[in-house]
């Protein structure tokens, strides 16, 4: 659909392309806005006033202008270099994190009566190896697993 809609917008895009740059860069230059009028105010009062400060003030100072042009700054700081935390350093190794056994992190403790997904699934295999080996009983008291919560 993007294909036919792009298809129609271009020539309409570039219609009369020509006419109407040659119509933005003729155009006349922006107006400022118009003042509020207690400032237009003020400032009528001032060219009254003092015509001559007004003046004074469009004038370009050579002096200054000199002293302008003649500042050149040299910058020689030391580079600050930035301590490293202790408590917190920086990896060392930018190899990318390896993925989890069965997609999760196994815990390293496990309380009584608790088994792990690798745990279950490897008395699980067992179990269905060696059925007459491997019964529930024995696969309760080797996993510490409570009699009550078995359901095989």
Known sequence: MGK???????PLRNFNLEGRAHAAVSKNKPTAAPKHKADQMNYEQILHDHPDIVEESRKKHHV???HL???YVISNDAEVIKEQDPNKPLPTDRKPVEDF???VKQPTIVPHGKITLKQALE???QHQNNPAVWTSSKISD??????EKRIF
Request: no cysteine; hydrophobic share 35%; glycine share 4%.
């Open 4 to 10: 036919a809609l792009s298809t129609i917008r271009n």
């Open 64 to 66: 200054l202008d000199k």
């Open 69 to 71: 042009k003649d500042i």
């Open 101 to 103: 056994e069965y997609g």
């Open 123 to 125: 008395f699980i295999s």
């Open 142 to 147: 080797d996993y510490l697993l409570s009699e």
